[in-house]
């Protein structure tokens, strides 16, 4: 058993000359990292049980809170890290795989940070937003560019079924299940006022949220949790999820404590069982299957819902997009590996699939070789962090971006990366009512509007500068970037030049 | 240094034009002299007109105008056109020798149409198989360009100040119902006669002044249907679009006019629900042709012209009218200079056409 001992990663610092032991500390941590010594009237703590997320931080009303990481270091080495050998501890006491959550923390190259946006000089007048008009809107589906004219000439103006954005951003899949109802909810609500979509994840729509499904995508995963058919007619699009960055290749699982009540109803699972979503679709195991499903979703609802093909970026990805841009989809989201999840085996998340600024220039560029880049529409996703990202991601060519790492840091996460424990003290990855009470749904919705609309405002100013009034001049436009310190092979992938160039 | 085309050379301009609508001939010394009151807005890196009406003995055949810079390019696009064409006529273009026009190119003239055979086993119209012609020559024959592929049309282009190429083209010997010029401001030394103004294809020609900003997401978009961008011009990807939605795809030039200069979303909405109905689902269609940044661009096209500003008029463009005359430039002092005693004279907003038709039966058609 020592042998499995390992050191706290993090210490709990508390000022005890601010600490007035009003054990607010202790009421807020899920976790039991703080208690009250009746001993000495002090708080103490156990370092051992704090995952970093600061709610205590944050809830001290004297600031008399801090955690850092912990000094205590193995003989450090660049080859068998901390990690590294913890882990191996780890396993070897458990004989089971690691779980974890959230995007990788490993130190990929992040290839947003290498691309430069441009700006107008002389040649060319910047527009103020703020004083010329400056359009966000984008429409997802298909636009094929044959047209067709009634007997008197009239242009018929009927197209593939579309969403309609106000900004290209859409909050990404997250099931209710995996995040708590007031953070759906939250997602919900914002969505509706900002005109743009949430999206249920795999485990059902709760009814109370039906009435905004013309801000919802729903989503039919590979363990068809929750889906009937007046689910799948209640959103304004319908996402087969075949695959998901974080953890391409793999399932999901929600535990069974957490499929209780409301979540097993939506789920449309006994209580107390494990919701468990096998790796593939067991309808689909080739592309010509894929397409069977598209038109069954599409003949369920009448033909009047887009299709969205959710794949992971992996390696063949231009390829599988192609595929998928044949099968009748008339959306395909692409989610790159550093994206997140509320659970997964470590070491997939850490080492499996292709970031999403590689792929997204792959699939693009392929798509438009063939010919076929409007019989299609992309959302990018898979860790995009603020505006500036948006502005590449589409520049690059997409259509629009998913985000929800990012929604959730709007609704209180602090990335502890522990939403697998099922304790989330910021009420938002947690079935455990006293701490789902503890995110109030129109606080969520009001800091994912402020979110977004700030987002917005700097898209436009970024396009402003371009001198771009319209995102759709925008979209595929990559002489707006330029590459810092990339190697020629990464620029092509990227199709880029390089800055200075 | 790279030419255009290995690069982008962004530029600034004149735009200059006149038009009958009854179809009477003018002469192209007229807009010689109005391109040259507007000499500041040219640096003398590029000059150009396109004449409408100007061949009517041939005007049922293509009229290729083409740069040869070797003995060579010529012999092997010569060889490629007897392929694919019955040439009726060709000559080189006359020239006059000017102080200020130096490093000229060989200049061709071929009056031609397609091979039948040929043409029947492309199963393509007439047009599409000359296009595509075009587009392979200017894509695969080194040191060969085609400039100019119209009907009773032809452009006149050169690396000068325009009024020094239209001396150099005596053009004083054509007369035709429209003219447009070009006076060009470029940020680069393009020392290439290719990358002159107007561009043109089939019987479009294009000036333009401007720099648009949606460059990228407008060649990367008209890529995908057969076009090849090989100028890396505004003017050149403008003209693929126009060919693309107008002949291509059979809209209407006032349609043409509402994707690629696209009312804003709170004009569309103040719109009859029909109006708003289409002009939403050409928005939506063609969201990858809408050109954004500033631009005024000349459309020369068989039997007419449209002026078009961009939708937010980054660009002067004024157009005057008097009697069957239509003159349109990026200054007034341009037109002026034409025809002093205007009846009208107007700015036209931005995105919105302006389209100039020849009466039916005038000649010149």
Known sequence: MPKDYIYPEFEIVRNEGRCTVCRRCEEQCANRAHAFDAATSRMTAEDARCVDCHRCVAMCPAHALKIVQSSHTFRPGANWTRDAITDIHRQAGSGGALLTSMGTPKDYPVYWDKLLINASQVTNPSIDPLREPMETKVFLGQKHTHIQRDESGRICTELHPQITLATPILFSAMSYGSLSYNAHESLARAAQELGICYNSGEGGLHEDLYHYGPNTIVQVASGRFGVHPGYLKAGAAIEIKMGQGAKPGIGGHLPAEKVMGDVSRTRMIPQGTEAISPAPHHDIYSIEDLRQLVYTLKEATDYKKPIIVKIAAVHNISAIASGVARSGADIIAIDGFRGGTGAAPARIRDNVGIPIELALASVDARLREEGIRGSISIIAGGSIRNSADVVRAIALGADAVYIATGALLAMGCHLCRSCHLGRCNWGIATQLPELVSRLDPEEGKRRLVNLITAWTYEIKEMMGGMGINSIEALKGNRLMLRGIGLTQKELDILGVLHAGE | ?365
């Open chain 2, 1 to 365: 240094m790279s030419i255009e085309g290995q690069v982008r050379i962004p530029s600034g301009c004149a735009i200059t034009s006149v038009f009958s609508k009854s179809g009477e001939n003018i002469s192209g010394r007229l807009v010689v002299d109005s391109i040259a009151t507007m000499h500041e807005r040219s640096n003398g890196l590029g000059g150009g007109f396109a004449g409408y009406g100007i061949y009517p003995q041939y005007k049922d055949l293509y009229a290729f105008h083409i740069f040869y810079d070797t003995l060579a390019a010529r012999q092997a696009c010569e060889a490629f056109i007897d392929r694919h064409f019955d040439v009726v006529n060709l000559s080189k273009i006359p020239v006059r020798k000017h102080p200020n026009i130096i490093d000229e190119p060989l200049i061709w003239r071929y009056f031609l149409t397609p091979l039948p055979t040929k043409l029947k086993d492309s199963q393509l119209d007439e047009s599409e198989f000359t296009k595509r012609c075009v587009i392979r020559i200017n894509d695969s024959i080194e040191g060969a360009y085609v400039f100019s592929s119209g009907k009773n049309m032809g452009v006149f282009k050169a690396v000068g100040y325009p009024e020094d190429v239209g001396d150099f083209y005596r053009l004083e010997d054509y007369e035709g119902y429209c003219w447009t010029a070009h006076g060009r401001y470029p940020t680069n030394t393009p020392g290439w006669w290719g990358g002159a103004h107007p561009f043109a294809l089939l019987g479009y020609s294009i000036v333009h002044n401007g720099e648009i900003s949606s460059y990228d997401a407008n060649r990367r978009f008209i890529e995908m249907y057969g076009y090849r961008c090989n100028l890396q011009t505004d003017t050149e990807v403008i003209t693929y679009i126009v060919d693309f939605l107008h002949r291509r795809r059979g809209l209407t030039l006032a349609e043409v006019a509402s994707v690629i200069a696209a009312p804003f979303w709170t004009t569309i909405a103040t719109k009859p629900a029909e109006e708003r109905e289409k002009l939403t689902y050409l928005r939506n269609t063609f969201a990858s042709l809408l050109i954004t940044g500033p631009f005024s661009i000349l459309l020369g096209f068989d039997g007419g012209i449209m002026a078009l500003n961009d939708r937010l008029k980054l660009r002067s463009m004024v157009v005057g009218e008097r009697g069957d005359r239509v003159y349109i430039a990026s200054e007034e002092c341009a037109i002026r200079v034409m025809e002093p005693d205007l009846e009208k004279l107007w700015a036209p907003r931005g995105g919105e056409p302006v389209i100039v038709r020849l009466n039916a039966g005038a000649q010149g058609r």
